[in-house]
Each structure stands twice: as structure tokens, then as C-alpha cells.
């Protein structure tokens, strides 16, 4: 059985360099009727700063070579692709009368992006920009989380860069993310309590954009999601692209193929354009984000931006989004908090236009069981938005051919959700019944 | 003619520095906010900016922040707005100026709201989060219908950008002194008149200069080399303090007369 991602196979495929520039947006910032740049007057300088700036860095072999080196030898890169054989046809109760999987049923491979330093697939962009912040002379970091998985990443890089840091989060995401917090405090980071609209995201970003705008000369802003006014949504999908050109050359060394379908979570939308990105050029091959459900497609009960959403601008750009009649963005609700966003990264926009992606959501109480079957079943515990991927896998693996490939981007881990977990009657005692 | 046009070149005659207010309609509710507007512009204010209140004011300090929630809560939207412009237009003096964050306009539609901004006697149109680059749709759409697109100019706008917004933008050009978001200050920003100076120097259009301004020497000081300075928090502040009393508007009439002093 040959489980795991094979490191030389990977170099071999000749995937480790970057392909930078494949797809880029349009001079002002726009995939299609999507992107752009809505951003107050103060902004608009340093934003064209740091287009120009990131621009000249992916032009540069140099800064190419740090960042990869940095991937492989700091963060772990290339993450294994690893095919989970029990999660298919396999039961949540752990025992032997369990069913195993025939050698016809469809093969499920994940994408190990949780098991990066720090543990989720965030620090892939945290190094890209913190490396590009330092290039452009900036010392001060500010970053927007709400999971805190992003918050983790950049006070990691800023750690490893000698960088002030500063992370905005929502008062909502620390409580339920309690242990990121300590994470982030200990890599020495501030995180600054948002206590503003739903106390999440949003709320974070706005905060950390409220800084940036008071502190432009000095600071750069590190947006963790393929979100915001351009170029992030262009060169987070181009740091975050590493997943999809790994994925793509292992799955053809351990497979033999392409796969039929790519599944990933779609909060802002970074790990599942990350590895869309790799196959973006094989038409056969489907695309499918799954966003969160929440508790019901209903106002404030969701962040399913492609069921309950219409276009819009938030924070910089123009995409699908929550909101009301009037223009006001609706609050959301999502059991991750990653996930847990009125917007959505408006490439996913127009690639759903194009009819290239496809996009789902899975509930928080399904979520919840994709996060315990993984757990019982494979012996990994997933991130809660990694969960909602995991868990539309299992619902839509029984409706494929038999002999079907399934890549899923298991973005992170799940270490930080425990308490959450609990919190939400998760199984997490070994129930004497459940062994026999 | 423009109104905005009118009112500015009336102010150079005089050589009187003036004075432009922001207050968030909706706080607290939009009766109230008719009564505000009646007694800023009795008080001699010289345009009124009327604010949209939006649910993710990006751009704004802790007070307009509270505004906005106090507005929301009582269920203030932009059509809302434009209604109660609309029925208190023919009591006031001052030209009206919308200010407001892109969303609302769009999810409006620029076309519809330019036609209910016309309908309601709006005078000119500021955009917080719209630069040059992505207003042309809206700008054509107020154009048309004789409304002034004010452009924000900041500290870190390029010259070259000075000189784009100087042609797109009419009736005045509002300069934001400081980087940051809006509150008032004790202090005036250092460069603020070279900012001031800067605009000047490709454009004849009006310019005032808003952030941070809260008291009459401000006014004043800024009036010496601006057209007008620009009070919004600090007004807004005066509005929260004063909210349920039965006296707000007296209050609110007397802080503009003591910055006009």
C-alpha cells in the first residue's frame, strides 16, 4: 500500500516551481464581474504599493527560492496525500463487523495541509506575504483571524522574520478558539478583542483594515483568505496554490490518474482555490466547495454565500455575499468559525459564472459527524471546516461510479475544536456500546 | 447651476471660512434626524452631510461606529434616507450631501438610486469606499441628473490621482487631513494645509478639509487656507449625548453656532 506522498516523486513531477501568473485577474482587479478594489481613499496608495511590490517578488527567482525553501524545510512541504481506505464504506462505530471497502468502491485521498507547521493549510500564505512584507521594508504586521488559524500562521512567520505582530480577532472566535489565542500570545503576538457587529470575522476584518488605514506607511496587512481588495485575492490563491500542484503530481504517481472530483471548504475560499488551482485545466475534472450550512438556509442561521447570497461589495470587493434588502450585511452562523463569513472570494464567483466549480453546503450537525467518523475511522481529528469537506465526501461518495478518485483538502487540524466539539454533544467518550 | 457650486463661490466672496456637518441619519431614530438637520442648518451650516448608516463601517471611529448601530437598530436603510430628505428638502437652506458606503447604493442600483436622489433634492453624492477607479458607473448615473460626485482625496493620494479627481469630481473636493479613520481630535494633523496646498495646485475646485476637526479655532484655522472644514464626530458626539433628551436639537443648534463663532 503506498499511503502516503512520495517527496522525490513530487520533485520529479517538476511541480515544486511555482506557475506563477496563469489566470491573473484583469489590470483593475476583476475575475470576470468580480474583484476589484473598494477600498477608502487612504488605502489606494498603499495598495497599489504592494501590487507593485508583489508583483516584482513573483517576478524575482530569489524571493521564489526563499519562500520554497522555507515550505519545505519550516512548514513540511510537500503534505502528504494520503488515501483514507476506512472512511469509505467504513461505519462510525469502530469494531470488526465494520465494512471495509472492495477493491470497485470509490478511492478517497486526503490532502494533508493539516499536517503543515502550525497545522493548517494558513501558513502557506502567512510565509508568502510576511517573506513579501519584509522585502517591501515593512516591520509591522497586522492580521485578521477567525479561527485562528491564520492568526497562528502570520505570528509564526513573524516570529521566524523578526516582525511586530498584531492580530485582530472577534471576541465570539476567541472564546470558541481559546486555545489559538494562547498560540498566538505565546509566539508573541497581540491579539486585540474585537467587540463589534457578530464578533467574528468580519468584525475582525474591519478592525485590522481600521489599523491598516491609520498606519499605512509602516504596516502591512496580511489578509489570510483569497478575499479583500486586489491583489490578495490573486496572491493568496498563487501562495495557496502549492496544495493543488502537489496534489495534482500525487495523485497521478499513486493513482495512476486524474482525479474525478476535488473537494474543499469555502470559507473566504484559500485552501479550496489553492487546490482548485492545480486543476483548473483539467475539464474532467469536477471542483466542488462546500460551504457551511450552518443551522438552516435562513437569514443569520448560515454562511452558505452561494444558497442565501446575491452580489455585493464587502471589504474590498465585489462578490457573492449575506445581505439584506437595504445593503446591510446579514450576520452568519457557522460551528466553525473559519468558515463562519458573509462573503465569499469572488474568483469562486466567477468560476461558478463559468461554470467550472460547483458549490455545496454541509450543516454544522453534519459537519459534526464528518469530524467524529474521520476520528474513529482514520485516526485523524480535522479542523470543523475541513470537517464540512470531509463530510460532503461522505454523502457524495455513495453517489459516484465505483472506481471513482475523491481528492479532499483536509485543510487543518482539529486540535482547536475540541472544546467546541464537546460543547456541541460531539461523541467523544468511548461509549462501551460502541465496541462491539 | 449647482447648489454646492453656488454655495462655495458665495463663500469665497465673503471670504468666510465654512462650515460642512456630518451627522448618521438614523441616530437615534429619523424623526429625530429631520429635527437635527433643521436646527444644523438654522445654526448656518453651509452644507450638510447626511450619513447611511451601514452594517460594516470600515472606515469610521468608535463614535460614527455607534451611530450607525443606534441607526441600524432603529431600522434606518438608504431608502429610508432619501425619503426623509425628501420630505424636510423644502425647509432647508444648506445643500445636502448623501455619505455613505458603497453597498447600500448598489444593492439599490446605481441608476434607481440616482433617480431617488434627484427625486429627493440631493445636491451631491461622497462614496467612502468608491475611488476613481470604480465610480464611473455611478458618477454617470449622478452626472446626468445634475448631482455632484464629491471625491475623497487623502495624505497618501499621488498627485497624479489629485489631478484625476480634480476632473471627475464637482462641487467640492472633501480632503481627509489625517491618516486613520474618522473621530474628532484636540489637535489639527501637521500637513494638513500642505494637503491643502497640494489640491490646490490642480484644482480651482472647493476644498474642504475634514477628520479630526471639533472646535471654532479649528474651523477657523483651517478656514484660513481651506474653503470649509468638515465636523462629523464631534457633532455625532453631541447627538449621542443629547439623543432622548427633549432639548436635542437646541443642543445641537448651539454646538454649530459655538464652531461658527
Redesign the interface.
Known amino acids: 500500500m503506498k499511503a502516503t506522498g512520495s517527496k522525490d516523486a513530487v520533485t520529479s513531477a517538476g511541480s515544486d516551481q511555482p506557475a506563477f501568473g496563469r489566470r491573473d485577474p484583469d489590470a483593475r482587479g476583476y475575475f470576470g464581474a468580480y474583484g476589484g478594489r473598494f477600498v477608502p481613499e487612504t488605502l489606494v496608495a498603499p495598495i497599489e504599493e504592494l501590487t507593485a511590490g508583489y508583483f516584482a517578488a513573483r517576478a524575482d527567482k530569489a524571493f521564489r527560492d526563499e519562500l520554497d525553501q522555507m515550505l519545505k524545510h519550516y512548514v513540511g512541504r510537500p503534505t502528504p496525500l494520503y488515501e483514507a481506505r476506512n472512511l469509505v464504506g467504513g461505519s462510525v462505530v469502530a469494531g470488526p463487523e465494520r465494512t471495509r471497502p472492495t477493491p470497485s468502491d470509490v478511492r478517497v485521498f486526503l490532502k494533508r495541509e493539516d499536517l503543515t507547521h502550525t497545522g493548517a493549510h494558513k501558513i502557506n500564505n502567512a510565509l508568502g506575504q510576511a517573506l513579501l512584507a519584509k522585502r517591501m521594508g515593512k516591520r509591522r504586521i497586522v492580521a485578521e483571524t477567525g479561527a485562528g488559524q491564520h492568526g497562528v500562521a502570520t505570528a509564526t512567520a513573524c516570529a521566524l522574520l523578526g516582525l511586530e505582530c498584531r492580530v485582530y480577532m472577534g471576541t465570539e472566535d476567541m472564546r470558541r478558539q481559546a486555545l489559538n489565542v494562547v498560540r498566538m500570545q505565546l509566539l508573541g503576538a497581540t491579539v486585540q478583542a474585537v467587540d463589534a457587529g457578530s464578533r467574528t470575522l468580519k468584525d475582525a476584518i474591519n478592525e485590522a483594515m481600521r489599523d491598516w488605514v491609520a498606519n499605512v506607511t509602516d504596516t502591512y496587512y496580511l489578509l489570510g483568505s483569497a478575499l479583500g481588495p486586489h491583489p490578495y485575492p490573486l496572491m493568496v490563491r498563487e501562495f495557496q496554490s502549492v496544495i493543488g500542484r502537489e496534489a495534482r503530481a500525487q495523485i497521478l504517481d499513486q493513482a495512476g490518474r486524474l482525479p474525478d472530483v476535488v473537494v474543499a471548504c469555502v470559507g473566504g475560499g484559500s485552501n479550496a482555490i489553492g487546490i482548485f488551482d492545480g486543476f483548473l485545466e483539467d475539464a474532467d475534472v469536477r471542483l466542488i466547495g462546500v460551504e457551511a450550512g450552518g443551522e438552516k438556509i435562513a437569514p443569520g442561521c448560515h454562511a452558505a454565500r452561494f444558497a442565501g447570497g446575491s452580489t455585493g461589495v464587502l471589504q474590498g470587493t465585489r462578490t457573492f455575499i449575506l445581505q439584506d434588502d437595504a445593503g446591510n450585511i446579514e450576520l452568519t452562523h457557522s460551528i466553525s468559525a473559519g468558515l463562519d463569513y458573509a462573503a465569499v472570494g469572488p474568483e469562486h464567483a466567477w468560476l461558478r459564472d463559468l461554470g467550472r466549480t460547483e458549490y455545496a453546503h454541509i450543516s454544522d450537525a453534519e459537519a459534526l459527524e464528518g469530524f467524529t467518523a474521520l476520528a474513529r475511522l482514520e485516526g485523524i481529528l480535522p479542523a470543523l471546516e475541513s470537517s464540512h469537506a470531509i463530510a460532503y465526501t461522505m454523502q457524495l461518495v455513495p453517489t459516484l461510479k465505483p472506481g471513482s478518485i475523491v481528492v479532499v483538502n483536509l485543510s487543518g487540524r482539529g486540535d482547536k475544536d475540541v472544546q467546541t466539539v464537546i460543547d456541541s454533544g460531539g461523541r467523544v467518550l468511548s461509549d462501551p456500546a460502541d465496541g462491539r | 447651476m449647482s447648489h454646492l457650486r453656488d454655495t462655495f463661490a458665495r463663500l469665497r466672496e465673503q471670504k468666510t471660512p465654512g462650515l460642512v456637518t456630518y451627522v448618521t441619519a438614523g441616530d437615534p431614530d429619523l424623526d429625530r434626524t429631520a429635527g437635527v438637520l433643521r436646527a444644523i442648518d438654522r445654526a448656518g451650516a453651509d452644507v450638510l452631510e447626511v450619513g447611511v448608516p ?6 469610521d ?1 468608535p463614535v460614527i ?1 455607534r451611530a450607525t448601530e443606534r441607526a ?1 437598530a432603529s431600522g434606518t ?3 429610508g434616507v432619501l425619503d426623509l430628505v425628501r420630505s424636510i428638502r423644502a425647509d432647508i437652506r444648506a445643500p445636502i450631501v448623501i455619505f455613505s458606503y ?7 442600483g446605481a441608476e434607481r438610486f440616482a433617480d431617488r436622489a434627484r427625486e429627493a433634492g440631493i445636491d451631491g453624492v461622497l462614496i ?4 476613481i ?2 465610480a464611473a458607473d455611478v458618477r454617470d448615473m449622478l452626472v446626468a441628473r445634475g448631482i455632484d460626485t464629491i ?8 498627485d497624479d ?1 489629485l489631478r484625476r479627481a480634480a476632473a471627475l469630481g464637482s462641487g467640492f473636493l472633501y480632503a ?1 487631513s489625517r ?3 474618522t473621530g474628532a481630535r484636540e489637535v489639527l494633523a501637521d500637513g494638513a494645509k500642505e494637503m491643502v496646498q497640494r489640491i490646490r495646485r490642480v484644482s480651482d475646485l472647493p476644498v474642504a478639509l475634514g477628520f479630526g476637526i471639533s472646535k471654532p479655532e479649528h474651523v477657523r484655522e483651517v478656514g484660513q487656507w481651506a474653503d470649509a472644514a468638515v465636523v462629523g464626530s464631534a457633532l455625532v458626539d453631541v447627538i449621542a449625548r443629547g439623543g432622548a433628551s427633549h432639548d436635542l436639537h437646541t443642543r445641537v443648534e448651539e454646538y454649530v453656532r459655538w464652531l461658527k463663532s
Open positions: 451601514f452594517s460594516d463601517p470600515l472606515a471611529g461606529q441600524l436603510t438608504l431608502s458603497a453597498n447600500p447604493i448598489l444593492r439599490l467612502l469606499d468608491l475611488p477607479e470604480e471625491l475623497l482625496l487623502s495624505p497618501t493620494t499621488t490621482r481627509i491618516l486613520g479613520v
